[in-house]
């Protein structure tokens, strides 16, 4: 056995698989618990030290797998999604910035990786979302469009909603979403009586696509199941494969009658 | 090959629809950035430029596909679509009008017909109103009803949300979105106190039906699977065939047997 | 013909069908006028007019279907359900009540029993409830204990939501529906640190359960699928069915050759 | 019969169960009336003695059953669900505590105990939880991430909502179930335009990932159905069975016809 084959079964171990998760969980708390400025006083240095003590075995076990495995570990989308992590990870350590440094809690996502149930849940999330591309699509569509308009027709009347485009289309995703949109149109339509065309329109059918956008997931969903059925179907079921033998023995048995009687005719049963 | 023939080999390579697409979402962008007063101010007269000409490529496009297929230009209702917006986006540039000014942004929609799967989608969220159209109409009437009746009783109390009958709709479709309507209801209820059970058999039996109009549409886009299983199920499996075949064959076989020995017997075994 | 048959073959006209439904949506129309302050100073003796021409027309109709139907009259649930709400339409000519006033509207709803299509769906909605009673049972115990609990937990420190039994069971109701349920979160939480506990349970039990019963609904609706794919499994496949009869045709002719050279032993092969 | 058998049939009587749900509802709205000062004041001491029959007769019930089933009562864990109630409302009576008090109410959750029905509809409920643990998971890792985050770059801009962890959590779930984020977002937005990313990014993922908890959901409760046809498949069909037979029968009368003529070759009809 190489070394690099003895690093990966030390990394495929239950044991070194579940002190990774441990390290990961453990650093998420740490890290949420920076946020209080109770703790920090009284403890900070511990979490700080945690905090590097965690980053430096994420970085070990990163550099492990990619001696042990080479240029297979590129080939894991998984290890690419480890490895952007721990890198984002390591640049707030150079900088000061605020976002950042809020960032590093995106470490706590390695713990998706790191759960094989997590993975698969991830996994499956992510392949319905090509399916949805197109009626996504439309609702971006249908938004900018809605949004287009409105800050055309409202932005002189209710400016702190729709005065520019951005804006417009913050509000009329919070229309979308269902959110506070009684008012919004009830502001619009003191000046504009007829604005209620427009939201419910909107309303209407922006729920309408979302509305179908779940359909089509529900029914990609369903239909690993139907193609289950439909696959048990395809299949040649184990009573029909008995039939048929026993038909051919049959079948056998009465080319032996007819052969020992008139073996001459047996190939031609039509010139009779 | 006519001079016709050529346009549509023309109309329909790849390379032309793709630079239609194209036109199309630069349109949609530069309609987009008209919003800007600061954008407006710098680049003016480019934005309306590029409007001006892609509005001028679609209309050559529409006229080349006409010129393309002629009657069967007005088969395709796709094309009626297209037709529609451009003569819309021709309105404007004749009249000063605010609301069909910015109504010109709807030629982004032409990205729908022009982008095959958005085609197939909006097809598919289409023929599920038919089946829809029942549950709609018991909406409407459910709301229609709710409205009179709270005009009636709440019109003097909450004047501003339910004084005419359009104004008790608009409140009422808020409420069935669930906006808000908690303040609503305490606002009528500070006068009359029993009108909680207005408000909650309103909302239970708009959910409940908005809830099945939910359903239909779900069960409607199932069927289409439980459809293939049932027709799988209906055209003749490939197995079963097989051994009809040989089943056909030992009936032929045992005939020429019995037929050899005594061939007088076989059409009457009755009378033996 | 008899005279009632006579009337029964009117009344099933497709013309007087159609007549009545035009009758319903004329007289919805004109109470749904009646709300509105300047048309009835300008056409109110016309909308009375009209609205009692249609209740007479109403009258007149339940009269005909009750003469020529008599006992098989009330067996059709659809036909109490009209005669009470015409009896309900009788009742406020007697009286000023502004409530019952306010329930003429109800006659709009006439249009589901003379619509065939609406009738379909407002059966097949009635048909669900039952297969939910106990989830509902279910939810109703859940706001009822957590309407207990809420009276006796928050009744003093924000009266005018939990003061008494009622008033906490529509602001749990309003919470469950998602509305403003942050904003009377908040206002106990500033009393009552740890009442998130509370308010974060109940939301997340009280819309598992209610999801539940969107999934009972829905799953309802595919059983008669799932129901219609096992019905067509268990009754004979035609294709079965002639392989069945081809086998037989077989077995026959054995028995005649077998019959034909020792008819003795045919019936005793075992004893050879 | 011995003793505890008697008691286990007077147990399980139709009569001792419906009384047993009846003194539930009973002791349920007393405990219900309990809550209205109006109530108390006048009828006080009845409500009072109620309460305590009716837990006197819980007591004794439970009692019973562990008299009469012993050891199996143990295992049946509605009646651990039983004695955990009953139990935590005999703590009350010796402490003053207003919460303990408060969850004197949950006794009426022995009703989901004692109907069965509501058994059912429950224990379906939970079935339901473990497969759905993934995603949960998910959702509260992605709560976790984004409160820490939220606290970290709100805390300062808005602390009446994202101060400390907890409350920034208590926010993102509100925000989650889409009650008056808008305002929130808003309030951060006047301090750091570029906030509506996170907004709309936490908005969308944990609706989607919410989604998907939702549709496991369904396809978990679709798929005992989905199971109960392919099960319907796999066990043989009726009517194949009969054509096995049929087929069995032709085969041996076959073998009578050949084994009388050469019975010899029968058994090697290779070496002809």
Redesign the interface.
């Known amino acids: 056995m190489s070394g690099r084959e003895r690093v990966r079964t030390v990394l495929d171990s239950r044991l070194v698989q579940r002190a990774v998760i441990l390290v990961i969980v453990v650093n998420?708390i740490t890290?949420?618990c920076e946020?209080?400025a109770y703790l920090m006083e009284r403890a900070g240095d511990l979490l700080h030290t945690i905090d590097r003590v965690a980053l430096a075995i994420f970085v070990l076990e990163l550099g492990a797998r990619l001696y042990a495995y080479r240029a297979a570990f590129f080939k894991d989308p998984w290890n690419w999604f480890d490895a952007i992590i721990v890198a984002v990870a390591l640049i707030p350590a150079s900088g000061p910035t605020?976002?950042l440094?809020?960032?590093r809690?995106?470490r706590?996502?390695r713990?998706?990786s790191a759960?094989p149930?997590?993975r698969?849940?991830?996994g499956?999330?992510l392949t319905?979302v090509p399916g949805m591309?197109?009626?996504i699509?439309?609702l971006v569509?249908m938004i900018?469009?809605a949004?287009?308009?409105a800050?055309?027709?409202f932005?002189d009347i209710v400016p702190e909603r729709f005065d520019?485009?951005p804006r417009?289309l913050?509000t009329l995703?919070?229309i979308m979403?269902?959110?506070?949109?009684?008012?919004v149109?009830q502001e619009v339509m003191e000046h504009k009586p007829w604005a209620?065309i427009f939201f419910?329109v909107y309303?209407l059918m922006s729920t309408?696509?979302a509305?179908?956008l779940?359909?089509a997931?529900?029914?990609n969903?369903?239909?690993e199941?139907?193609e289950?059925?439909?696959q048990?179907?395809a299949e040649?079921?184990p009573?029909?494969e008995?039939?048929?033998r026993?038909?051919?023995?049959?079948?056998?048995?009465?080319?032996?009658?007819?052969m020992?009687?008139?073996p001459e005719?047996l190939r031609s049963?039509a010139d009779?």
């Not at 979403?177 to 008012?183: A, E, F, K």
């Open positions: 998420a890290i949420g946020t209080s605020s976002v440094r809020a960032l809690i995106l706590a996502l713990l998706v759960v149930s997590m698969r849940v991830v499956a999330l319905a591309a197109s009626i699509g439309l569509l900018y469009i949004a287009v308009i800050t055309k027709l932005g520019e485009l417009s913050f995703f919070q979403t269902g959110d506070d949109w009684g008012n149109a209620w419910i309303i309408f696509v509305l179908n779940f359909i997931v529900v029914v969903a369903m239909n199941d139907g289950a059925v439909r048990s179907r040649p079921s009573e029909l008995s039939v048929k026993e038909l051919a023995a049959v079948n056998a048995k009465l080319d032996q009658l007819l020992r009687e008139r005719e049963p009779r």
